[in-house]
């Protein structure tokens, strides 16, 4: 059986989010025709090896690096030098890299600005390399640079980042590595070069039973609380569509780290509740139903869609988050950049949820049974790796 070297900066936990998730999806199914050899970092004190093997009995061995304290200073240093942080936070994980990479098959290396910081520092330029990508990194730095005040100290950083970010993938696409995969088709044009896979690598499995579905009054949003374009995304749901819904209807707002700018936009407001971090997210899921997901400001696939729909959640969005993927307006969510008509969609959907709920299920449940089914998600890693 042949071997891989799986490197990521994520703890493949399948019930953490949606990052580890997609991780957590393709490693099971690589470990079905692979030997998986799993090299990952943890923000945690302790390496949470015992977890992350108990999670994934499939794993053939597992190594784990803790991160070290970094502060801002030496965070803005390394920007200011267009360098990665991770060169002061895991020396000790590049050296197990360069030991151990020569008796592997493939080596697998997830987001493309961590892959370009192991790629570089352990050598591995040759054809067996595959880099994963799950967003277009540089796009992040320089969306949150634009939206920041000048009055923010933090702005300097952000440009400093976009900077660096941008000359590192520019670098990670001149190692000429033949295979690159992605989560979303759109992403092609943004990256040269390699053979292009498209690999969402996640588990859909719709439920059809709609006997416990009720008329639901709350609406639910899920994400990072402290990121600009979801901020962003939720100001103009709350400014401009909220206001046009029937006062009954109350807002969810679930995820880690809300900001004092949310806080802010929402504290006058009786009809919208802040539950913060979600610890279970199966079980979060399972008790809402109606998401919504506006965003504006797109490169990368929106994992927080493929999450949701693979919990079976009904999503209302806006047009940019669904391109990309299989999913299509009306027939496995409903999606509009216009206030009103997204305001209409929502009374739409509460009024019609079952009848809703089970089309959509029933479509999702035919793209997991085709393009996305785990039998041909395998197949064509499988293939791309046989050709490296």
């Given amino acids: 059986m042949q071997k891989i070297l799986y490197l990521t900066p994520y703890l493949p936990y399948p019930n953490s989010r949606a990052a580890n998730l997609f991780i957590s999806k393709r490693i099971s199914l690589l470990a079905k025709r692979f030997q998986v050899h799993l090299v990952s970092i943890t923000n945690g004190e302790k390496p949470q ?41 895991f020396p000790e994980m590049i050296e197990y890299v360069k030991r151990k990479s020569a ?18 520092k352990a050598n591995l330029h040759d054809s067996k390399t595959v880099v994963i990508y799950h967003n277009i990194e540089k796009d992040y730095f320089k969306y949150i640079y634009h939206s920041t005040s000048f009055k923010n100290p933090k702005k300097l950083y952000y440009l400093l980042s976009y900077l660096a970010t941008k000359k590192r993938e520019r670098e990670l696409e001149s190692y000429k ?6 989560l979303s088709e759109t992403d092609y044009e943004f990256v040269q070069g390699g053979s292009k896979l498209y690999t969402p690598s996640i588990k859909f499995t719709p439920t059809l039973n709609d006997e416990e579905m009720q008329i639901t009054h709350s609406i639910n949003y899920f994400g990072q609380l ?13 400014s401009k569509v ?31 509740k802040l539950i913060g971090e979600i610890h279970d997210l ?47 307006n009306n027939q496995h969510l409903l999606e509009s950049n216009e206030p009103e008509e997204y305001a209409n969609l929502i009374v ?24 996305l089914s785990d039998k041909q998600l395998l197949t064509d890693m499988e293939t791309n790796l046989d050709k490296l």
């Fill in 49 to 89: 090896h015992t977890e992350t093997t108990s999670r994934h009995p499939d794993l053939t061995s597992c190594k784990i690096f803790t991160r070290k304290n970094l502060s801002l200073i030496s965070a803005l240093q390394s920007a200011i030098q267009q360098e990665h942080p991770f060169n002061l936070l």
């Fill in 103 to 120: 008796n592997f098959d493939y080596i697998l290396i997830d987001h493309s600005y961590f892959a370009e910081y192991v790629i570089r």
């Fill in 177 to 182: 590595l033949n295979a690159k995969w992605f």
């Fill in 226 to 238: 402290d990121n600009d374009r979801n901020i962003d995304g939720l100001q103009w749901f709350i």
């Fill in 242 to 272: 909220l206001p046009l819904l029937p006062k009954k209807v109350v807002f969810q707002i679930a995820g880690r780290n809300p900001s004092n700018r949310l806080k802010q936009m929402i504290s006058t407001r009786n009809n919208i």
């Fill in 282 to 328: 199966q079980t979060y899921f399972s008790q809402n139903k109606l998401f919504i997901i506006p965003l504006f400001s797109t490169i990368g696939v929106q994992t927080k869609l493929f999450e949701s729909l693979s919990n079976n959640a009904l999503i209302i969005c806006t047009k940019d988050v669904a391109r990309g993927t299989p999913f299509k």
């Fill in 348 to 371: 739409h959907a509460m009024q019609n949820f079952n009848s809703l709920y089970s089309k959509f299920q029933k479509n999702i449940s035919e793209i997991s049974s085709n393009e």
